[in-house]
């Protein structure tokens, strides 16, 4: 009977895992983690009941109900308590902790505390630019560090007053003014000894009930197909997307939350993959405090953390072949992307983008229209020729679309965001009393469809899906006849010198990632 080891989600056998593009000897590890850091979070109720207390102003603790362990809300990178507050609404908020096992914390000290800070941030930015999206209201937050921050909303009246007091001067001596997120610490002990125990950061959100909206992936797959539904969704959806390039930003990079209460782009372009790279133990080369002014800059650095996924992965080839095919695209990469973006676009404008809106994301009504966006983690300022249609409007992963399938309901989706555009402009022209429209979104993302930054920058973001984005839709544009035998041989080559010393090295790596997969399973190769 061969061996079972556990995932997060399932029980798996080493003829399950072998083949996995991914480290499985990491995420073999995954489930002993979170039993630890669960039952770790379980024994701290009462600490949370004071926690939600303090940035509510509740004043009594006893007015919170933390819900069992089997209600929890457990994500990829977050588990969100749900809190019953005792009123008579019996509202519900979520103390949501990012799960250190999963987005790099050991290997990387502090990556919790960041994304908190950047999550927190894309809030704070939201409510100040695009009170138009809707989204939970974000009631306070706390870094493993120590550092508490409370919307003033929530905040003693005396000191909702200082802060008002504060702001104002602050404008009328033309200086920059504090988020509405301010330093507001712990008076209870047991809150103090609470977040040191847990030893990490929290969100503390407003919970999104069921009479506002279900999860578009509730219904996407049965729905996608109606015509009336599509129309709904991406009209909002257009809206969204010009609420956001409304406000350009002046840095690549991420909103972050100072010590202070200020709120402005100071952080790296913090996304899923990065944390993905890191939390297996592969270096990304970008520290926090790295923001961009450039987008060549930008997409040096990430080509940079791609590069380092084939050093460090132990199991990043499988074969000579393989791994010659992936030095070519790599190298590719790098070679192309000047040519791939338009230098009018160099230094800008920069957007904020949700680069992990998916449909779990989206919350919608029966009729599709959008009622609020959910877990902004990963939104971060980049440049605008990256701004994409959603690649999941083919039911199909990023790998697996085609300009055949998914090109049609693109051209949906874009017909949508012209007209939305169109209108907006013609109000904001009346608005304004001229006739001088902005630079136009629509027009900007249609450009990369056709240039192929589209599909450039779509490998960009996925370090697993890169190989085979460049070869079915970017290799082509350079090179429509070549063999890839012939692009493979040519480009490898050009990735570093010493080829065969970097070649034997990948291969070693994978022998010896195979013999303590096959060890950790207890499985005999020779049977």
Known sequence: MPKKLRLLRREV???????????????????????????????????????????????????????????????????????VINNPQKSRVLL?????????????????????????????????????ITIPQLYGFALSSGEVFTFTGYMPLLTRFICHIHRHLLLWLGKVTPSNYIRHQYTDAISVDGLASVNNGYILIEFIEETRGQMLSNTWHTGRHDPTLRKTLFRDLSRIYLNLCRT????????????????????????????QLENEGIPTDIPREYTYSTVDSYVTDILGAHDNRFRYQPNAVNNRGDCADQLATLTGMRTVFQSIFSRSFRRGPFVLCFTDLHQSNIF???????????DLEWACARPIEMVMTPYWLTGKGVDQITPEDYGPIRQEFMEALASEEERLNYESSIKLGHQSPPLRLSETMDSTWKSGAFWYSLGLSSPSGVFTIFSDHVKHLYLPDAHDEEFGVAMMFFFQQNMGAIAGRKLADKQKYDEDLQRVFDYDAGT
């Open 13 to 83: 056998t080493y003829s399950d895992v072998k083949d996995e593009e991914f480290n499985m000897l990491r995420r073999l590890e995954f489930y002993d983690e979170q039993v630890q850091f669960f039952t770790n979070l379980w024994d701290k109720r009462d600490w949370m009941k004071t926690v939600v207390a303090h940035h509510l102003n509740l004043g009594c603790p006893s007015r919170c109900e933390v819900l069992e362990m089997e209600d929890w809300l457990h994500g990829s990178f977050n588990v969100c308590v749900p809190i």
């Open 96 to 132: 949501r902790f990012p799960l250190p096992y999963r987005v790099g914390e050991a290997f990387n000290p502090g990556n919790g505390d960041e994304k908190i800070r950047c999550e927190a941030g894309t809030y704070a930015w939201l409510q100040e630019n695009c009170p138009e």
């Open 248 to 275: 350009p930003l002046p840095r690549i990079g991420s909103l972050s939350i100072d010590n202070s209460g200020f709120l402005e782009v100071s952080n790296r372009p913090l996304s899923v993959e990065m944390q």
């Open 364 to 374: 919608v009504d029966e009729e599709w229209r959008i009622k609020c966006l959910v």
